[in-house]
């Protein structure tokens, strides 16, 4: 039996001085030297199926046999899940500010050439771990900035102190309507093979604010300037973010199959003691620049057609537009087409659009994955 404890994490004050705090889980692993795990869910506040994912997680890790430590943080945007309009969870985006959730987090990668020559003399591990204290510090910094820093600038630098103590960073989302995909750092592609995710999106050594992002930037960085210095030091830390479907469901029978397929990871990062099979199924990749977003041509009522994680042949009908306003003309109703074979990873949730709106996001140039 593992051992467990439960903390809270304070990330936040309302109006009113209620605190908004956080649930943080943590298993204590038996090997000091074994990698530690971090884990949140439902920063976007209505993506809830990876709280389902960590609570069967933390099921199983109770009968596991523990390596290294693992710290679980489900519900870890308090505002964005409670921010409720109608039946729906918007919390996509912080309603004071506009901006996503998920691109408040901060690259904290130092000037490497000046910290680079400030830390050569020093071993390796010394090193990667002079390295992760300065990340470690620059959150503290941020967060104790004498100009404040915004509620969701608070949030995600509290989060990002968290991660940037683990060696394994996943983040859980969903899509709107969606198939399960992995957004998988280029240099740890073998991993993509073991999760329980049929679509993989290759990420190249860039920042864009996401937490996965924040978490394995700054080491590529390092080991890219590391390389170019004919130091061989891959990535010491690997980061994903998992979308475990649609949002507004909790499924705890499929959240098993995710919760599987994080075990086969774990294990073969030596996390667990023991080993776990990956599942076998066809996995697809693609780059991330390849990745495209599809644009709805005109405004009207949406029939989506394709089935997200479907190949989908060139020419073959992704939606239907409805224009009851156009009733008796050509364009009363209308197929959307692409012109080359994709796979269709996600829609957009609501059947009534914009011109303009991004309607559906597909893989296109993919390769399967062996
Ligand atoms: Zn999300």
Request: proline share 6%; hydrophobic share 40%.
């Amino acid at each position: 039996m593992s051992r467990w404890q439960k903390f809270t994490v304070k990330v936040g004050e309302l109006a009113t001085g209620h605190e908004l705090t956080l649930p943080v889980f943590r298993f204590e692993g038996r090997d000091p030297a074994a990698p530690s795990v971090y884990i949140q869910a439902n920063v976007h506040g209505a993506e809830v199926q990876g709280n389902a994912v960590i609570f069967q997680l933390m099921k199983r890790l109770e009968q596991l046999d523990l390596l290294g430590r693992i710290t679980l943080v489900p519900l870890a945007n308090p505002l964005g899940i409670n921010q409720k309009s109608g039946e729906f969870t918007l919390g996509r985006f912080d309603p004071i500010t506009g901006v996503n959730w998920n691109r408040e987090y901060q690259d904290l990668t130092p000037e490497l050439p000046q910290w680079f020559d400030a830390h050569r003399h020093l071993e390796p591990a010394a090193m990667l771990q002079a390295y992760r204290q300065h990340l470690l510090a620059q959150c503290e910094r941020q967060l104790a900035s004498p100009w404040g820093v915004t509620t969701g600038r608070r949030l995600a630098l509290s989060l990002q102190a968290m991660a940037h103590r683990a060696d394994i960073v996943l983040d859980l989302h969903t899509g709107p309507k969606s198939c399960k995909h992995l957004y998988c750092p280029g240099y740890a592609k073998d991993a993509a093979r073991l999760f329980a995710i049929p679509c993989v999106l290759l990420m190249p050594n860039e920042f864009g604010g996401a937490m996965d992002e924040a978490a394995f930037y700054p080491w590529w960085q390092l080991a890219q300037y590391a390389s170019n210095q004919g130091m061989d030091m891959p990535p010491a830390v690997e980061a994903f973010t998992l979308e475990l479907g649609s949002q507004e469901r909790i499924d705890l029978q499929d959240a098993q199959q995710d919760c599987d397929g994080i075990l086969a990871y774990l294990t073969s990062r030596c996390v667990v003691n023991g080993s776990m099979a990956a599942k076998t199924m066809t996995r697809y990749a693609c780059e991330l620049r390849d990745y495209r977003k599809y644009h709805s041509p005109v405004g009207g009522l949406v029939e989506y057609l394709a089935t997200p994680g479907h190949p989908l042949p060139a020419g073959e009908p992704l939606a239907r537009i409805l224009r009851p306003d156009r009733f008796g003309h050509q364009d009363e109703q209308r197929l959307l087409c692409l012109d080359e074979d994709v796979i269709p990873v996600l829609h957009f949730a609501s059947a009534s659009v914009y011109q303009g709106t991004e309607l559906y996001k597909v893989m296109t140039r993919v390769t399967q994955l062996t």
